[in-house]
C-alpha cells in the first residue's frame, strides 16, 4: 500500500507542520487538484480530503487485498474507523 509501489520515479512532497489545522484542511483540495495529474498518492499517515473513490482508483488491486485481509483478521470491525470505512471499505461513496 505504499504510494512509492511500483514506481521508479518517486517524490514526496512534506511540509513543516504547524498548528493550522483550518488552513491546512483549506488549502487540501487544491494541492490534490494540482497533483492530480500525476495520479499522486496520498500517505496513510498524513492529511488528504479526496473521496473515497478516487482513493480506491489510485490504489486499485492493492486495496481490494488490503480489504481481503482486514475481513480476515478482523471480520466484527473493532478495528474500524470512520477513516477505514470512508477509505478502505469506500462506504460513504460506493455504487454497488
Known amino acids: ?9 518517486f517524490i514526496g512532497i512534506h511540509f ?19 497533483l492530480d495529474k500525476f495520479n499522486a498518492k496520498p500517505h496513510f499517515g498524513k492529511l488528504f480530503e479526496m473521496s473515497g473513490n478516487k482513493f480506491e482508483k489510485l490504489f486499485g488491486d492493492d486495496l481490494v487485498e488490503l480489504r ?23 462506504k460513504f461513496n460506493q455504487k454497488l
Open 16 to 34: 513543516t507542520w504547524k498548528h493550522m489545522f483550518k488552513e491546512i484542511v483549506e488549502i487540501l483540495p487544491i494541492l490534490e487538484d494540482s
Open 1 to 9: 500500500m505504499s504510494p512509492a509501489k511500483g514506481n521508479e520515479d
Open 68 to 90: 481481503t485481509l482486514i475481513s480476515l483478521k478482523d471480520p466484527c470491525g473493532k478495528f474500524s474507523n470512520e477513516f477505514t470505512e470512508k477509505y478502505i471499505f469506500n
